[in-house]
């Protein structure tokens, strides 16, 4: 079953400096058919103006990960953790006991990303950040996993979820498949391009959730960049 949620039906704000589209309830928005998808619980889409961001802030027992879709976007914590993260890779915070940080555009131009959060396993670990780069000539025709929680996942940033966070970058026609497995739900959001699963079209930055479905197709009808999570 595939539940296309559309851009423009997305909640979210404008404050600025921000501007966020949120695929599930968070902060001010609230709809109550949309509040988590399994155990993920966030998938905001933001734009983030030159020079500005998030100042320092905490969060306990989450695992969010964040995707850059365009320009970077600078991490620093309370554990003396610091990074640039570019477009196309991927940083990722367990948050577990708590951990406090802050996420600037220090770029010349804006800054687009996707932050997902991911309900963990195991609550009061020990917080923790990490960042990689996953070029994208490596995901083109297929899916390649970013995040994990599962130990065969050895090349992916790992994440205390049930739950992987993949990407795969398609030219039009292309087509790629994923094994979801019985009993498990996807969300899929096309960075860019569009992309048609079991018949329906999903558009650059539409929200797909999927289940009932054991092994996803999706065809890129344009050139596209997706991302998707695979969660119990």
């Known amino acids: 079953m595939i539940d296309v949620r559309s851009f ?5 704000a404008d404050h600025g400096w921000l501007k966020a589209k949120h695929h ?10 949309r509040v988590h998808w399994g155990d993920l619980r966030v998938w905001n ?5 030159p020079g500005t961001g998030f100042p320092a802030h905490p969060h306990r027992d989450m ?21 640039r993260t570019e477009a196309g890779d991927v940083q990722v915070m367990s948050a577990g006991t708590g951990i406090t940080h802050s996420e600037y555009n220090l770029e010349p131009g804006e800054t687009q990303i996707f932050q997902i959060w991911i309900i963990p396993t195991t609550q009061g670990k020990a917080p923790g950040w990490g960042a990689r780069p996953f070029p994208k000539q490596n995901r083109a025709g297929h899916f390649v996993t970013l995040a994990s ?10 994440i205390r979820a049930d739950a992987r966070v993949l990407g795969a970058t398609l030219k039009a026609g292309q087509v790629a498949e994923y094994a979801l497995g019985t009993g498990r739900r996807a969300y899929l959001v096309p960075s860019t391009g569009a992309v048609e699963i079991e018949g329906v079209r999903v558009n650059t930055r539409d929200g797909a959730a999927i289940s009932e479905t054991e092994t996803l ?3 890129a009808l344009e050139d596209s960049e997706i991302v998707l999570v695979d969660a119990a």
């Open 149 to 158: 929680g599962h130990d065969d996942d050895a090349d992916a940033l790992p």
């Open 217 to 219: 197709r999706v065809k």
């Open 8 to 12: 423009a039906s997305l909640g979210g």
């Open 24 to 33: 599930f309830s968070f902060a001010g928005y609230h709809d109550p058919e």
């Open 63 to 83: 695992e969010i990960i964040t995707y850059v879709r365009k320009g970077a976007i600078t991490h620093q914590d309370n554990l003396g953790n610091k990074g």
């Open 45 to 49: 889409d933001d734009t983030i103006a």
